[in-house]
């Protein structure tokens, strides 16, 4: 883990950059000795080192914090723009009137394709879930 990589996250993000240093270079012991003493165990990226400090979050919690915003920071647009020109084809004039619910479920699966693929979906359990419901509505 290089601080020096995370310093300018730090300072835009006005965190102290001192404690920062001190529980870096703690962070830098702990992984190292984390890694060398299983062979099998592995700390890729911030991920990792992350699962690796959760257990004790109160003595790091600058570093964490950091770590945090790094995760959560998108690191590019393309996700955004899909987002928005999937939104552009699903909400148009007939369907203005959609539920806002309605409307963020089927956003996230025409977004998430890849994701919802027609073998991920176990057809016989919807169909027998729909079969199960009563569909009649009563009239006044």
């Known amino acids: 883990m290089n ?41 890729k990226d911030i991920k990792d080192v992350m699962k690796t400090l959760l257990p004790v979050r109160a003595g790091f919690s600058t570093v964490l914090r950091v770590l945090q915003i790094a995760l959560t920071i998108p690191v590019a647009t393309a996700q955004c723009e899909r987002s928005f020109s999937v939104m552009k084809r699903i909400k148009s004039y007939l369907r203005a009137t959609t539920s806002q619910e309605r409307l963020r479920d089927v956003s996230l699966l025409a977004t998430e ?18 079969a199960k419901s009563d569909r009649r509505m009563p009239l006044k």
Do not use: M
């Open 3 to 43: 601080i020096a990589v995370l310093s300018p996250l730090a300072e835009h993000y006005n965190i102290d950059l001192s404690d920062l240093r001190a529980q870096g270079r703690s962070v830098q012991a702990i992984v190292a000795d984390y890694v060398n003493k299983d062979d099998t165990t592995t700390v």
């Open 113 to 130: 394709r890849e994701l919802s693929s027609i073998d991920a979906i176990d057809w016989d359990r919807c169909i027998n879930i729909f």
